[in-house]
């Protein structure tokens, strides 16, 4: 079993819906987590980071944990064109310095 | 410029050759890390340094050698690699362990072996 797993995708919606992205994780220690984005060619750079059950919001982004079920979505609002890019869920432990990713979900937002 | 600073962005090295790999982060982050990406899989954690001493080898092949000489500066010696080690090689910090906001990535150096 994969420590984080994410559908793979591509994931296509069009422009001014709201996209939905998904990851589920193993550990049931992990306590920290984060959404990470990715343009091709590009380093991950974080949008989003969840602690607590419920849900967290950041302008169009909007951040879902459920530790239950160990599970953590990202909501995107008003897709853009701009959004299309892979989306890296990441899950830690606060006593580890370990940051275990999933392998990404690619979104394409068709204009 | 997200405060840590990869070079090279690009190297083609053969399977004989030795490079280094260097980043370098201006955030005062206690802590650093690389990372490997190879297509279609997951962010694979190599190594882990914090206040420049090594926390975490992450069962990586000897003919990658860490070496962090400060809080600020991070090298990936690279020697005898195989054409499996083409991937893009990230370095990242942290304050702490990231708990609450994570790790900044570096540009990454892109590395094929020929």
């Known amino acids: 079993q994969k420590e984080v797993e994410q559908n793979s995708g591509p994931l296509s919606v069009p422009e001014g819906a709201i996209a939905s992205l998904n990851c589920t994780y193993s550990?049931?220690?992990?306590?920290?987590f984060f959404w990470y984005r990715q343009y091709s060619g590009k380093s991950p750079e974080l949008i989003m980071s969840i602690y607590s059950n419920g849900d967290k919001e950041d302008g169009r982004f909007t951040a879902q944990l459920n530790k239950a079920s160990q599970y953590v979505s990202l909501l995107i609002r008003d897709s853009q064109p701009s959004d299309s890019a892979t989306y890296l869920c990441a899950v830690k432990r606060d006593s580890s310095y370990k940051l275990i990713f999933g392998s990404g979900t690619r979104l394409l937002v068709r204009p | 410029e997200t405060g840590v600073t990869q070079t090279p962005r690009h190297l083609v090295m053969g399977m004989t050759n030795k490079k280094s790999l260097k980043c370098e982060q201006h955030l005062g982050h206690n802590a650093m890390y690389w990372y490997k990406q190879s297509a279609k899989k997951p962010l694979e954690l190599m190594f882990v340094?914090?206040?420049?001493?090594?926390?975490e080898n992450n069962s990586v092949p000897s003919r990658f050698s860490p070496e962090c000489p400060n809080s600020s500066h991070l090298f990936l010696h690279l020697h005898t690699l195989q054409p499996e080690d083409s991937a893009l090689y990230l370095c990242a910090s942290s304050q702490g362990q990231g708990g609450h906001y994570g790790y900044t990535f570096g540009s990454g150096t892109r590395l094929t072996v020929v």
């Open positions: 550990d049931r220690g992990s306590q920290s």
């Open positions: 340094y914090n206040f420049k001493e090594q926390t």
